[in-house]
Nanobody, 120 residues
């Protein structure tokens, strides 16, 4: 059983910053990739940023230059440093990890989500 625990969401004014954290716990071989998605009301869940062993770092165009994703492999953690926040960044942010288990099978796990609200 793998769990992803997120923290760091909250309320911030436009132009402000927030840092999200996500830590994976449980029994597994390794983490193939780890990153962040978000879902605003009425919208589909979308990729924000992801770190992958094979693909490197991926950012949504809307956050390039403002957000930075990083990992701490020793802690099985991924972070999202968000800056120059805008109203349209308001959403529930989800951590996602693709986990490699013994026996070479992989599975995508999601965190419970953390609310980020940007106010004018």
């Amino acid at each position: 059983q793998v769990q992803l625990l997120e923290s760091g969401g909250g309320l911030v004014q436009t132009g402000g910053s927030l840092r999200l954290s996500c830590t994976a716990s449980g029994t597994f071989v390794s983490i193939t990739h780890m990153g962040w998605y978000r879902q605003a009301p009425g919208n589909q869940r979308e990729l924000v940023a992801q770190l992958s062993q094979s693909s490197g770092t991926i950012y949504a165009d809307s956050v390039k230059g403002r957000f930075t994703v990083s990992r701490d492999n020793a802690k099985n953690a991924v972070y999202l440093q968000m800056g120059s926040l805008a109203l349209e960044d308001t959403a529930v942010y989800y951590c996602k990890a693709r986990i490699l288990h013994a026996g070479a099978w992989q599975y995508d796990y999601w965190g419970q989500g953390t609310q980020v609200t940007v106010s004018a």
